[in-house]
């Protein structure tokens, strides 16, 4: 029976991926959006708010004017079980720092337990030995740690606040949980010229991966690396070097839930403004989250990204 069950979510989430590919593939050409398939990518925020003030980040810098809040493990389980059988992969976090919230591991074990993978990506900071293990327990398939220095002057160049020894130890804790444990660090002036040190700590850490990201900036600012192939803009600009391309994978097949339950495009929307509508107040059902993607706001935001992304001001600051 169990089988039986499985094969048929596997048949069913194959040929909602294979919807979805078509959808973007239509959307690109026709330039505006043709929906078929449901997005099988998500993003659910566990908490809204962060115990460090990195430079870039706007919520760490309370610029996003949200009241800070956790979802409750209820909420979760309603969020969840709406993107079911299609959703295969949801990332544990969006602008807070995740580990905040202390119900996260339920949440993980909820997921796995209805054949969702997961991951969490944290700066680190409350990776203690049980909460690793917690995690590990749970089935969590990815946790992603920001290391964005080689050491702790470094470190605290970007992520004001934090502490690197602290973060060590997280790794440390992490890796000796048996956790899949890949260290992130930014491209910035501070970090470019040190990516073999970098890579060094990882290695003797134990990490599985050890990834170089571009940094994402919003203004002008003395970490923006001097190497251009380590930025994503052109030198001296806040100019993306790709160019903007009418179209969008990200929002045909995934979606963003937050806190409070609205259902947000992507990840660049960081205070919610382009929000479908709010999952949580329409009920949390299957029926709520189908009505909310294909409501006149969501088509008429999806049909701009296709058309005419360069009018919509998160679209122009993303690598998409
Ligand atoms: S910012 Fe725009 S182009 Fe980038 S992922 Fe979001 S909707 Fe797509």
């Given at each position: 029976m169990i089988r039986k069950v499985l094969s048929y979510h596997c048949i069913y989430r194959c040929i909602n991926v294979a919807k979805v590919i078509f959808s973007y593939a239509a959307s690109a050409l026709c330039h505006k959006y043709i929906g078929i398939g449901t997005p099988f990518t998500a993003s659910i925020e566990?908490?809204?708010?962060?115990n460090l003030r990195c430079r870039q980040c706007p919520t760490g810098l309370g610029m996003t004017d949200r009241q800070k809040a956790k979802m409750t493990i209820e909420d979760f389980k309603k969020t969840l079980d709406a993107m079911l059988?299609?959703?295969?992969?949801?990332?544990?976090?969006?602008?807070?720092?995740?580990?905040?919230?202390?119900d996260v591991p339920e949440m993980v074990a909820y997921a796995t337990k209805h054949g969702v993978s997961t991951c969490i990506s944290t700066n680190g900071h409350f990776l203690s030995q049980n909460m690793s293990e917690r995690l590990k327990q749970a089935g969590l398939d990815r946790l992603i740690i920001s290391l964005d220095g080689a050491d702790s002057e470094s470190y605290s160049l970007y992520r004001t606040g934090g502490n690197f020894d602290t973060v060590i130890q997280g790794v440390k804790y992490a890796v000796g949980a048996g956790l899949n444990v890949e260290l992130q660090c930014l491209l910035l002036s501070s970090t470019e010229n040190r990516k073999n040190e970098i890579l060094e700590i990882g290695r003797k850490l134990g990490a599985d991966r050890i990834t170089f990201k571009t940094a994402q900036f919003y203004s002008q600012d003395?970490?923006?690396?001097?190497?251009?192939?380590?930025?994503?803009?052109k030198k001296g600009t806040l100019e993306l070097k790709r160019g903007l391309r009418n179209r969008c994978w990200r929002i045909i097949s995934s979606i963003v839930i937050n806190t409070e339950g609205e259902v947000i495009p992507?990840?660049?929307d960081k205070k919610g403004l382009h929000s479908y509508g709010n999952l949580l107040k329409a009920g949390g059902t299957k029926k709520a989250l189908c009505d909310i993607l294909n409501s006149q706001r969501a088509i008429d935001f999806k049909n701009r990204v296709f058309s005419n992304r360069k009018c919509i001001q998160i679209c122009t600051n993303c690598t998409e």
């Amino acid at each position: 029976m169990i089988r039986k069950v499985l094969s048929y979510h596997c048949i069913y989430r194959c040929i909602n991926v294979a919807k979805v590919i078509f959808s973007y593939a239509a959307s690109a050409l026709c330039h505006k959006y043709i929906g078929i398939g449901t997005p099988f990518t998500a993003s659910i925020e566990p908490a809204n708010y962060c115990n460090l003030r990195c430079r870039q980040c706007p919520t760490g810098l309370g610029m996003t004017d949200r009241q800070k809040a956790k979802m409750t493990i209820e909420d979760f389980k309603k969020t969840l079980d709406a993107m079911l059988p299609d959703v295969m992969y949801v990332n544990l976090y969006f602008q807070g720092e995740p580990l905040l919230n202390t119900d996260v591991p339920e949440m993980v074990a909820y997921a796995t337990k209805h054949g969702v993978s997961t991951c969490i990506s944290t700066n680190g900071h409350f990776l203690s030995q049980n909460m690793s293990e917690r995690l590990k327990q749970a089935g969590l398939d990815r946790l992603i740690i920001s290391l964005d220095g080689a050491d702790s002057e470094s470190y605290s160049l970007y992520r004001t606040g934090g502490n690197f020894d602290t973060v060590i130890q997280g790794v440390k804790y992490a890796v000796g949980a048996g956790l899949n444990v890949e260290l992130q660090c930014l491209l910035l002036s501070s970090t470019e010229n040190r990516k073999n040190e970098i890579l060094e700590i990882g290695r003797k850490l134990g990490a599985d991966r050890i990834t170089f990201k571009t940094a994402q900036f919003y203004s002008q600012d003395a970490l923006m690396p001097a190497n251009e192939h380590h930025s994503r803009y052109k030198k001296g600009t806040l100019e993306l070097k790709r160019g903007l391309r009418n179209r969008c994978w990200r929002i045909i097949s995934s979606i963003v839930i937050n806190t409070e339950g609205e259902v947000i495009p992507c990840c660049y929307d960081k205070k919610g403004l382009h929000s479908y509508g709010n999952l949580l107040k329409a009920g949390g059902t299957k029926k709520a989250l189908c009505d909310i993607l294909n409501s006149q706001r969501a088509i008429d935001f999806k049909n701009r990204v296709f058309s005419n992304r360069k009018c919509i001001q998160i679209c122009t600051n993303c690598t998409e």
